[in-house]
């Protein structure tokens, strides 16, 4: 079957509708190629599928972009199974966002067996030692990168201060401080819109109004049925997700006790699902914090050999929450095997992480288009990334901390209660492999894993000293 639509050139051919098989095979590919956090995995999804295979016009896909970006968790994966069940309904949808995380979530599982069954040998050890400081350079990168984007009005600039300090000297709950800031920007939406800038949020450039694929031309004949909304269309994803999601948050609060591990793996994440605006690294400064400090699953230097692990495997980076779970099951495995109770934990943490994605999806991609043009949205969304700036900042200073220097205490100053190094633990090891990374990323734009692996190397030597 081949699909048609006319520009103002005249009518252009389409390739053949693939089948569904033939989507899986693609998706399959995208998700064992998709390395290098969603910048990447985007820029690798619109290669494959808009410039290449010509599946979805260049218009739709940032507009399907856009919304994904509305949405709490990983918008890349988001963005694939928007895509897939444009083309090939609910079975499309799953499909394309299951496959998206299933290869990150297996060489995930697998890196975290082998640490917690190495990590104390001398070698893994001084392989880490590198990596943590390779991957303070990364959040810092992520910082100015996404500075620059979201940061272009004083009204910004002041919602990312006021974010950094809200969670760096007050602790205020990073759900909150994302409430707060989509208030404030659509307030300011309504009040004083010259002072925030909405342009551009989508971080991507169009290639031309003659970019079509074969989806476009199923809409324009009509074809693609199942994209519009019905009476029951809500009820009916409800009815099916949300137990999907939280039916075994229940099951297992009611058979092993509401205080029990499993209960708190299975809460805590699935509140990060909702509240993971802004990407992996706004989200991991909250689950740092509550991860360390309130539940003692691991320890900061764990948190950061976590991120290093997911920075190199392929799929969404909040991947490393599945690190997370992993130990602190491994760590508290009661009645099980200290190894099948890791196993489950990261298999828990991925269910509640990843589920909600395909229930935001399938509920609210058939009202995409009322979400177009919508200025007190969008300008909402623009507050809510300029804070996240703030938080990641603070989750670079956490980070910076506790590579750099050995001992960080908390102290209590008028209701204030930040970390603080103790100078005299400065670790100049740490301190000269952060500074030779950021060189590496910063300024010769070396790429994230050869920086890594470069940063990994040169803990074995300085390791020792």
């Known amino acids: 079957m081949t699909a048609s639509i006319a520009n103002n050139d005249g009518p252009v ?16 590919k995208i998700g064992l190629l998709s390395f290098g956090g969603p910048a990447g995995q985007i820029a690798l999804m619109h290669k494959e599928l808009v410039e290449e295979r010509r599946w979805i016009g260049e218009q739709r896909f940032l507009h399907a972009l856009n919304y994904c970006m509305l949405l709490p968790g990983p918008e890349a994966q988001q963005l694939a199974i928007y895509i897939g069940w444009l083309m090939h309904r609910t079975a499309g949808g799953l499909i394309a966002g299951i496959l998206f ?3 990150g979530a297996v060489v995930m599982l697998a890196l975290s067996a082998l640490y917690a069954a190495y990590r104390q040998v001398p070698l893994v050890d ?9 991957v303070l350079a990364v959040v810092v990168e992520a910082v100015i990168r996404i500075g620059k984007r979201a940061l272009k009005t004083r009204a910004m600039l002041a919602i990312a201060a006021l974010a950094f300090v809200g969670i760096y000297l007050f602790r205020v709950p990073f759900p909150l401080i994302v409430l707060a800031a989509g208030l404030i920007g659509w307030l300011g939406s309504r009040v004083a819109p010259h002072m925030f800038s909405t342009a551009g949020h989508a971080g991507a450039k169009s290639c031309g109004q003659h970019s079509v694929g074969i ?19 809500p009820l009916r994803v409800l009815a099916i997700w949300l137990p999907v999601w939280l039916g075994p948050v229940a099951l297992l609060g009611l058979f092993t006790g509401w205080s029990s591990l499993w209960t708190q793996i299975s809460g805590f994440f699935s509140l990060m699902a909702v509240v993971t605006f802004g990407g992996a690294y706004a989200v991991l400064a909250y689950v740092a914090q ?36 992993y130990l ?28 909600p994605c395909f229930l935001w999806i399938f509920l609210g991609a058939p009202y995409i288009e009322i979400l177009r043009g919508n200025k007190a949205l969008s300008t909402a969304l623009s507050a809510i990334t300029a804070a996240v700036v703030g938080v990641i900042l603070n989750l670079a200073l956490w980070f910076g901390l506790h590579v750099v220097f050995r001992q960080v205490v908390e102290i209590d100053m008028a209701g204030m209660r930040p970390d603080v190094p103790v100078l005299t633990s400065i670790d100049w090891r740490a301190a000269l492999l952060s500074a ?23 803990g074995l030597v300085l390791a020792h000293l």
């Open 13 to 28: 051919a389409m390739p053949d509708v693939p089948s569904l098989g033939q989507a899986t095979k693609i998706w399959t």
């Open 101 to 103: 995380v299933l290869p």
């Open 126 to 134: 001084a392989l880490f030692f590198g990596v943590k400081a390779a």
């Open 215 to 233: 989806i476009d031309a199923l809409f324009e004949r009509g074809e693609l049925r199942h994209t519009r909304p019905t009476r029951w269309h």
């Open 290 to 325: 509550a991860a360390v400090g309130t539940f003692h699953w691991l320890t900061p230097g764990e948190m950061l050999d976590g991120l290093g692990l997911a920075e190199t495997t392929p799929g969404p980076l909040v991947m490393v929450l599945q690190f997370v779970g």
């Open 328 to 355: 602190a099951a491994f760590r508290a495995p009661g009645t099980l095997s200290p190894w099948l109770a890791g196993g489950l934990g990261a298999l828990l943490t991925t269910w509640v992480t990843f589920a």
């Open 436 to 458: 030779l990374a950021m060189l590496a990323l910063l300024r010769f734009k070396v790429g994230m894993i050869p920086t890594l692996i470069g940063a990994a190397l040169a």
